[in-house]
Nanobody, 116 residues
Framework: QVQLVESGGGLVQTGGSLRLACAAS????????MGWFRQAPGKGREFVTA????????YYADSVKGRFTISRDGAKKMANLQMNDLKPEDTAVYYC?????????WGQGTQVTVSS
């Protein structure tokens, strides 16, 4: 069983920064792929970024490239998302995902609101 708990969301002004954290529990999560999706009001879930463990590669959505940075701490079983230069269109619930082959397990989400 894998459990993911997100933290760090909140309200920030345009141009501000936030750092989200995802804490994972489970015996083998230190070798899992981990990443983030988001869902804005009235929209579907959107891929944001992910680190794929076996491919040793990191991917970002075009909308966040150059502004968001994902990082992993395998020993602490955590994935962090540093979000800079935030825009109102980044407002969404952000979900942490993890899994042995892709993002199969999900947290409950954390709200990020960017005011204009």
């Amino acid at each position: 069983q894998v459990q993911l708990v997100e933290s760090g969301g909140g309200l920030v002004q345009t141009g501000g920064s936030l750092r989200l954290a995802c804490a994972a529990s489970g015996r083998t999560v230190d070798s899992y792929d981990m990443g983030w999706f988001r869902q804005a009001p009235g929209k579907g879930r959107e891929f944001v970024t992910a680190i794929y463990w076996r491919r040793n590669n990191t991917y970002y959505a075009d909308s966040v490239k150059g502004r968001f940075t994902i990082s992993r701490d395998g020993a602490k079983k955590m994935a962090n998302l540093q979000m800079n230069d935030l825009k109102p269109e980044d407002t969404a619930v952000y979900y942490c995902g993890a899994g042995p082959f892709g993002l199969n397990f999900w947290g409950q989400g954390t709200q990020v609101t960017v005011s204009s």
